[in-house]
């Protein structure tokens, strides 16, 4: 720091970060440097921080030793190194380096990188002046300076070869002695030479040593007095300087880049013996010769206003040869070439002078780092011996057991994780996976990712993750896309879900969102807990904080057979879908069997409209006008002989109708008709089911807390033997949630926002039923808020449902069990405004404030 400023602006005791103008003030250059290297040293620290003491990232080839031609190459890139960014902007053979040391001819030496921040006048680098300005400066610049070298080593290992990087040690104190006198008797009392300049007083070690040996040299200047030059002996030739000029008897320093940072003994100052102005720039001639070879970069002439070899005691910062009342002392300890320390001077002021005491250097730090072990004889590189870090991009650490990013195997990444269990943890980004992912047998198994933008698409298969008898397993903090499930072989109930636990014990499912396409046939589901093939049943099932995303007739969750399930605080939607969906035969057939439903059983009985068919039979058909115009085109459209090969004509309708449904354009139906059909089976996607808790055993089940929106039944708890038989739910909790029901006017299935099979005790408190209707019919199937049903346990408490919508009934009871010696069985406070708030269809049961 040789420029012309008027203090230092930050020092490492200093807890500065910047300066902030105010109105009208003025701007003091330790103003502007304050806010530059406060945050020049923060970054640097940083760079410490996450890097280390030095290193290049992992696979660079940045400052690599190599011998290239037989000669010592140092490639081109860039390192970090004590904080800051070296640059080596092409590779650099390492005798192509300014008044660089020769190598040893032979053996083994250590090849090291020594860096430091280097300040620049235009003095050192003419490039710096704005010709527009006529040779007057304006700021410095600093940059990363380093140099290549290299040492005798004694080991080919990195570990064996030591950096000779000195440690300066040596502080000083600095303090004002007396007042200014002039040396002029007779001057006026205002006399400019009884003053302080106004400035910057560097104190620098120009030769190495102790503090009894050591060469160091002051300049009130800052050292900023200097003139490019060119030497040769006792002649220097300068650059044109407009600002700087030289007179007999200066002390002068001839200095080099390089010199300073080698930090290479100066020896004494020269003398300037004589001055000879010139137009083109001043020749000026030295006392003694300069041992200065060549024209090295940065050569430079610069002003000192003294110099002493020693200063165990104080000695007096002369300036123009006058003791200005200003000493310094060094203390016990190693000064190295190029410490400096700065004082603030103001002649301006008193007591304007800045106090130092045990003061540390202010600059110039060197840090060093190896590169590597190289043998000279054999001109071959030994060890490479650069420090190297991983990219943050590429950081696959923490504490997971086994990290995998977009792109590597995930079958794979589980498979690494020990049979005792591990967690596996999932970077941002999407997870293509074509079969699904398996885990069998583990143990405390965790697989989590960083929330939704750690992305699994399933491909090929409706399960991306399938694990099978795991003790304990937890899935959090990702997104799961299911793909579209092949063709199965027939008679499967259902597909697997998304996220699928087989036989498990401590299964959590936390935190994540979940996505399964529409259906093409059977269901799948987004979360699936169910027995292993071998019939081994879930332990306990958590599923919680969830979103899922639901296709048509899908199911959300489905926990079958685990011993304790708990749903909660999930939140269940039909998934985005075309305006336009895939009819299903599963909708169609519904569709059949509700038009097929108005048949009369006994066409005698009379009712409905008569309808004629082809084997002269008369059938009465009841409902809507339009259910009767579909029953006279089937009559059209159907022969005798079909007729005979049908089981029944409510087979034969209802099929008549699917076919019409599915395939339109081979149907025989009227205009009217297709309407019709057309219209019923608009806007029909839904979720099958939002929650199931179902199989042949549950001691616990609490639902709590979800939301499920646009379902055909949103929560389903009940129990059935492998046989067809009825199994009793034990302990039942369903509470605060909200069920929002979308149910075609045909629908005939599963069709309740809550449904209750037979339970031992079961706890329903404040729930929310909506009921939405879809097809342009609103005489269809009738829809219950909540049916519970079955062999019913001793104790039921249902309090707090609010039904809106046409619901028939906000709570449907039946009790297919024996009579209860002792029960209690307590329902209040049921709210249906458009249909009955309860309805009891055999039990005893206590109700209160059930409206209407």
């Not at 200047?221 to 044109?240: E, F, K």
């Not at 009767?628 to 089981?647: E, F, G, H, I, Q």
């Not at 049921?830 to 249909?835: A, D, I, K, M, S």
């Amino acid at each position: 720091m040789t420029g012309d400023v008027t203090s230092v602006p930050l020092r490492a005791t200093d807890r500065w970060t910047a300066a902030l103008m105010q109105q009208g003030r003025v701007l003091l250059d330790t103003d502007w440097n304050l806010v530059v290297g406060g945050s020049a040293r923060d970054a640097r620290q940083l760079a410490r921080d996450a890097i280390g003491p030095a290193g290049v990232p992992v696979g660079s080839t940045a400052f690599k030793v190599e011998f290239v031609g037989g000669a010592l190459t140092v490639r081109a890139g860039t390192m970090w190194i004590g904080g800051l960014l070296a640059r080596n902007p092409a590779d650099l053979g390492y005798a192509a380096q300014p008044e660089v040391a020769a190598l040893p001819a032979s053996g083994l030496v250590n090849v090291y990188l020594d860096a430091f921040v280097e300040e620049v006048q235009a003095a050192e680098d003419p490039s710096l002046l704005d010709p527009a300005l006529a040779g007057v400066d304006t700021t410095t610049r600093t940059r990363v300076g380093w140099r290549v070298r290299a040492v005798p080593a004694t080991s080919p290992t990195c570990s064996g070869a030591g950096l000779p990087v000195p440690v300066s040690t040596g502080r000083l104190d600095v303090s004002r002695t007396a007042a200014p006198v002039s040396p002029d008797p007779c001057a006026p009392p205002d006399d400019p030479r009884s003053k302080l300049p106004d400035g910057l007083l560097r104190i620098e070690v120009l030769d190495a040593g102790t503090e009894k040996t050591a060469r160091f040299a002051w300049s009130y200047a800052n050292g900023s007095d200097a003139v490019a030059a060119t030497v040769a002996g006792t002649t220097v030739t300068l650059a044109p300087s407009p600002a700087v000029t030289f007179a007999p008897g200066d002390l002068v320093e001839v200095s080099t880049l390089a010199r300073r940072a080698d930090r290479r003994d100066h020896g004494a100052l020269f003398t300037v013996a004589a001055v000879a102005p010139s137009a083109g720039g001043d020749t000026v001639t030295l006392g003694t010769a300069s041992p200065l070879a060549g024209d090295p970069p940065g050569t430079c002439l610069r002003r000192w206003d003294g110099q002493v070899v020693g200063a165990a005691t104080a000695v007096p910062l002369t300036l123009g040869g006058a003791d200005v009342g200003i000493a310094f002392t060094a203390r016990a300890g190693g000064y190295q070439v190029g410490d400096w320390w700065g004082v603030r001077v103001r002649g301006s002021a008193a007591d304007a002078v800045e106090t130092l005491t045990d003061a540390p250097p202010d600059g110039v730090v060197h840090t060093a780092a190896p590169l590597a072990v190289v043998d000279l004889t054999n001109k071959t590189v030994l060890t490479d011996c650069r420090p190297t870090f991983p990219p943050l991009t590429d950081l696959r650490g923490g504490t997971c057991t086994v990290t995998a990013f977009p792109g590597d195997d995930l079958q794979a990444a589980l498979d690494a994780l020990p049979a005792t269990g591990g967690e596996l943890c999932l970077a941002a980004g999407t997870f293509r996976v074509g079969a699904p992912l398996t885990v069998t047998g583990k143990q405390r198994v965790v697989i989590t990712g960083i929330g939704p933008a750690t992305v699994l698409v399933g491909e090929k298969h409706e399960a991306v993750l399938v694990a099978t008898r795991c003790p304990d397993i937890e899935v959090t903090r990702l997104r799961v896309e299911s793909g579209r499930a092949p063709d199965t072989p027939p008679g499967e109930e259902h597909l697997l879900g998304a996220l699928t636990f087989l036989g498990c014990d401590g299964v959590r499912v936390r935190d994540c969102e979940v996505w399964c396409p529409d259906s093409s046939g059977r269901a799948q589901s987004g979360i699936y807990a169910a027995p292993d093939p071998d019939g081994r049943r879930p332990g306990a099932v958590e599923v919680r904080g969830n979103r899922l995303e639901i296709g048509d007739h899908q199911a959300g969750v489905i926990v079958a057979s685990a011993t304790e399930s708990t749903v909660v605080d999930n939140t269940v939607v039909l998934s985005a879908g075309k305006a336009t969906t895939l009819m299903t035969r599963l909708v169609a057939r519904e569709l059949g069997r509700f038009v097929a439903g108005h048949l009369a059983a006994d066409p005698a009985a009379g009712g409905g409209a008569a309808v004629e068919l082809a084997d002269g039979r008369t059938v009465r058909m009841g409902g809507p006008a339009a259910l009767r115009r579909v029953a006279a085109d089937w009559a059209k459209a159907t022969s005798t002989r079909r007729l005979k090969s049908r089981a029944s004509l409510h087979q034969g309708l209802a099929r008549f109708v699917t076919a019409s449904a599915t395939e339109p354009h081979q149907a025989a139906v009227g205009s009217v008709s297709g309407r019709f059909l057309a219209a019923a089976l608009k806007d029909t996607r839904a979720v099958g089911q939002g929650i199931v808790v179902a199989g042949d055993r549950a001691n616990l089940v609490r639902v709590e807390g979800n939301e499920v929106t646009g379902a055909l039944q949103g929560v389903h708890v009940a129990l059935r033997a492998a046989g067809g038989g009825r199994r009793v739910l034990g302990q039942v909790v369903i509470s605060n949630n909200t069920v929002s029901c979308a149910v075609p006017f045909f629908w005939g299935r599963q069709r309740h926002a809550f449904y209750v099979g037979s339970f031992s005790s079961l706890t329903m408190l404040d729930n929310h039923a909506r009921l939405h209707r879809t097809g342009d019919q609103t005489d269809g199937t009738p829809v219950d808020a909540v049916r519970v049903t079955g062999q019913l346990g001793a104790f039921l408490q249902l309090r707090g449902l609010d039904a809106s919508g046409p619901f028939r009934a906000g709570v449907v009871l039946r009790d297919e069990g024996a009579a209860q010696r002792v029960s209690l069985r307590y329902v209040s406070d049921v709210l249906n405004p458009l249909g009955v708030g309860v309805r009891v269809e055999s039990g005893s049961f206590l109700l209160d404030r059930c409206l209407p």
